[in-house]
């Protein structure tokens, strides 16, 4: 199979041809200002060196950071209207309660809270209010907004409620983008809430951002159906990941995962990507970065929700280096460093500087940094290491030294010998591992909810089945679908036998990505 992977991030765009698990080019460039001209100068270049094999392209698979930097820079977010139904419950906190004030203001909420919701074990806490639904639903479409969350309480164990409210909505406002928290997030009310909410306000910028790459792609004359990669490792129809941009906020990192254990053959370790402006070290298990099961923070915003668990560092290829006080970040010069850094003839001293003074790599004019003193050089590449050193630790679950896997176009910073680890593994294309696992992934699906009323074998082949739906629903092909990871936990103190289950399948993708299952 033929695929093209692409991952843009802060400083560099990288994109890979593979043909089956052969890496035919690649090709890293700077991240340009739009995006997009850097997208598709990566296509161009792919496609002009190798039309014979473009032309049977099967897929293209897309890493991008549109989504989370909209929240990180406030902008380019919809206004968005929220529905909580928990009343007389959580009446004192509010919607968006513990939101950063400037990303409050750059939704600009409507926020309703009406009686309904259920109990933990599974009782309906009060009668849903519809009036007060239809009611909402026509402020709502008086103020021009179509974008809205629904929140209700303990919705992953009834989803009731969630389901009737969209339908009054609908019935209201029948361009309606909803968002319904029980398809995302996880028990715990505010943090499902504000994944539900961020989602809602980020869905017309994923419409856009797809019939971007559409365009991108077309006018370089690739007509393959394209996919966008996803936090757990794995890729959507752009369509699909379009409704739910919430999915790839941490796709770059998990991208450089999945491409680190392919180029060295481990299902299991640690794995540092060193990129031009951070650095993000997770976990390997069986192949796929490790999920987070605690709060995850999303441009200041707490979030519960399918996030891999992963330790970033302001420590990339051009993080900014003081000179007089030698403190190293968290500031980079990004995808300028080939006009700031020393050794492109810049006057920014950068950590790259310092690995080109050290001999650790050749990159740029190795003379401008000659004169750099040698007793600097090597404290700051001792910081640096101390720097990798810490978040190693601090992602290791056990004293053991660890295996890493060092990877991204920053990796010349990871040295061969660190405190606590055992081997360093260096791979071939390391430079563009996060395009690669962009290239080879596979499609999930995933289900985190409260059953009860079944026993722990139907509870579970129930589970599979929605997840297994899901997966052919982003994409997957049905025959290839496999169960990589699952979990249940009995709920002691709720009645028929309840317990919380998570199952989350892959599959290849799929021959027919136009189809659908509802």
């Given at each position: 199979?033929?695929r093209?992977?692409?991952?843009?991030?802060?400083?560099?765009?990288?994109?890979?041809?593979?043909?089956?698990?052969?890496?035919?080019?690649?090709?890293?460039?700077?991240?340009?200002?739009?995006?997009?001209?850097?997208?598709?100068?990566?296509?161009?270049?792919?496609?002009?060196?190798?039309?014979?094999?473009?032309?049977?392209?099967?897929?293209?698979?897309?890493?991008?950071?549109?989504?989370?930097?909209?929240?990180v820079?406030?902008?380019?977010?919809?206004?968005?209207?929220?529905?909580?139904?928990?009343?007389?419950?959580?009446?004192?906190?509010?919607?968006?309660?513990?939101?950063?004030?400037?990303l409050?203001?750059?939704?600009?909420?409507?926020?309703?809270?009406?009686?309904?919701?259920?109990?933990?074990?599974?009782?309906?806490?009060?009668?849903?209010d519809?009036?007060?639904?239809?009611?909402?639903?026509?402020?709502?479409?008086?103020?021009?907004?179509?974008?809205?969350?629904?929140?209700?309480?303990?919705?992953?164990?009834?989803?009731?409620?969630?389901?009737?409210?969209?339908?009054?909505?609908?019935?209201?406002?029948?361009?309606?983008?909803?968002?319904?928290?029980?398809?995302?997030?996880?028990?715990?009310?505010?943090?499902?809430?504000?994944v539900?909410?961020?989602?809602?306000?980020?869905?017309?910028?994923?419409?856009?951002?797809?019939?971007?790459?559409?365009?991108?792609?077309?006018?370089?004359?690739?007509?393959?159906?394209?996919y966008?990669?996803?936090?757990?490792?794995?890729?959507?129809?752009?369509?699909?990941?379009?409704?739910?941009?919430?999915?790839s906020?941490?796709?770059?990192?998990?991208?450089?995962?999945r491409?680190?254990?392919?180029?060295?053959?481990?299902?299991?370790?640690?794995?540092?990507?060193?990129?031009?402006?951070?650095?993000?070290?997770?976990?390997?298990?069986?192949?796929?970065?490790?999920?987070?099961?605690?709060?995850?923070?999303?441009?200041?915003?707490?979030?519960?929700?399918?996030?891999?668990?992963?330790?970033?560092?302001?420590?990339?290829g051009?993080?900014?280096?003081?000179?007089?006080?030698?403190?190293?970040?968290?500031?980079?010069?990004?995808?300028?460093?080939?006009?700031?850094?020393?050794v492109?003839?810049?006057?920014?001293?950068?950590?790259?500087?310092?690995?080109?003074?050290?001999?650790?790599?050749?990159?740029?004019?190795?003379?401008?940094?000659?004169?750099?003193?040698?007793?600097?050089?090597?404290?700051?590449?001792?910081?640096?290491?101390?720097?990798?050193?810490?978040?190693?630790?601090?992602?290791?679950?056990?004293?053991?030294?660890?295996?890493?896997?060092?990877?991204?176009?920053?990796?010349?910073?990871?040295?061969?010998?660190?405190?606590?680890?055992?081997?360093?593994?260096?791979?071939?294309?390391?430079?563009?591992?996060?395009?690669?696992?962009?290239?080879?992934?596979q499609?999930?699906?995933?289900?985190?909810?409260?059953?009860?009323?079944?026993?722990?074998?139907?509870?579970?082949?129930?589970?599979?089945?929605?997840?297994?739906?899901?997966?052919?629903?982003?994409?997957?092909?049905?025959?290839?679908?496999?169960?990589?990871?699952?979990?249940?936990?009995?709920?002691?103190?709720?009645?028929?036998?309840?317990?919380?289950?998570?199952?989350?399948?892959?599959?290849?993708?799929?021959?027919?990505?136009?189809?659908?299952?509802?």
């Amino acid at each position: 199979m033929k695929r093209i992977g692409i991952d843009v991030g802060g400083t560099n765009t990288d994109a890979v041809l593979i043909d089956s698990s052969t890496v035919i080019a690649s090709v890293k460039s700077p991240t340009t200002a739009d995006v997009m001209s850097g997208v598709v100068n990566s296509i161009e270049y792919l496609v002009k060196s190798h039309p014979e094999v473009v032309k049977g392209l099967d897929a293209v698979m897309i890493g991008t950071t549109h989504f989370t930097n909209a929240v990180v820079e406030r902008a380019r977010l919809d206004r968005v209207a929220a529905i909580r139904i928990a009343l007389p419950a959580s009446a004192s906190l509010p919607p968006m309660v513990d939101w950063p004030a400037d990303l409050r203001e750059a939704v600009n909420p409507m926020r309703f809270m009406v009686e309904g919701g259920h109990e933990y074990d599974g009782r309906p806490l009060v009668p849903l209010d519809r009036k007060a639904i239809r009611e909402a639903a026509m402020q709502i479409r008086d103020a021009g907004i179509t974008a809205i969350g629904i929140t209700a309480l303990f919705s992953p164990l009834a989803a009731e409620c969630e389901l009737e409210a969209a339908e009054i909505v609908t019935s209201v406002i029948q361009d309606a983008r909803i968002t319904l928290s029980h398809r995302l997030g996880r028990i715990g009310l505010l943090e499902r809430e504000n994944v539900t909410l961020l989602n809602a306000s980020l869905q017309s910028l994923g419409a856009r951002t797809v019939d971007a790459f559409r365009e991108a792609l077309a006018s370089v004359g690739i007509k393959a159906p394209f996919y966008i990669t996803q936090n757990d490792g794995t890729v959507a129809l752009a369509e699909v990941a379009a409704t739910n941009p919430v999915y790839s906020f941490a796709s770059g990192p998990t991208n450089s995962m999945r491409g680190a254990a392919f180029l060295s053959g481990r299902a299991n370790g640690l794995v540092i990507d060193v990129g031009g402006t951070t650095s993000d070290i997770g976990f390997l298990v069986n192949g796929f970065p490790r999920e987070a099961n605690n709060i995850v923070e999303v441009g200041g915003v707490r979030t519960l929700f399918r996030m891999p668990d992963l330790y970033p560092m302001a420590l990339g290829g051009g993080t900014i280096i003081d000179p007089v006080t030698g403190k190293i970040g968290p500031r980079s010069v990004g995808f300028r460093i080939t006009q700031k850094a020393l050794v492109f003839g810049g006057n920014t001293l950068t950590t790259t500087d310092i690995a080109v003074a050290a001999g650790l790599v050749e990159i740029g004019d190795p003379d401008r940094v000659r004169h750099l003193d040698r007793d600097m050089v090597a404290r700051h590449l001792a910081g640096i290491h101390a720097m990798i050193e810490d978040g190693i630790d601090r992602m290791k679950t056990s004293a053991e030294d660890a295996t890493v896997i060092a990877v991204g176009g920053g990796a010349f910073l990871v040295p061969d010998r660190l405190e606590g680890v055992s081997e360093v593994i260096r791979v071939p294309h390391a430079g563009v591992a996060n395009a690669l696992g962009a290239a080879m992934a596979q499609v999930s699906g995933e289900v985190d909810q409260v059953f009860s009323g079944l026993s722990r074998e139907a509870a579970l082949a129930e589970a599979e089945k929605i997840a297994a739906s899901r997966a052919v629903e982003a994409g997957a092909d049905p025959a290839t679908i496999n169960v990589v990871d699952t979990e249940d936990i009995p709920i002691a103190y709720l009645p028929g036998d309840a317990r919380r289950v998570r199952v989350r399948v892959v599959g290849a993708i799929g021959s027919e990505p136009s189809r659908r299952v509802e």
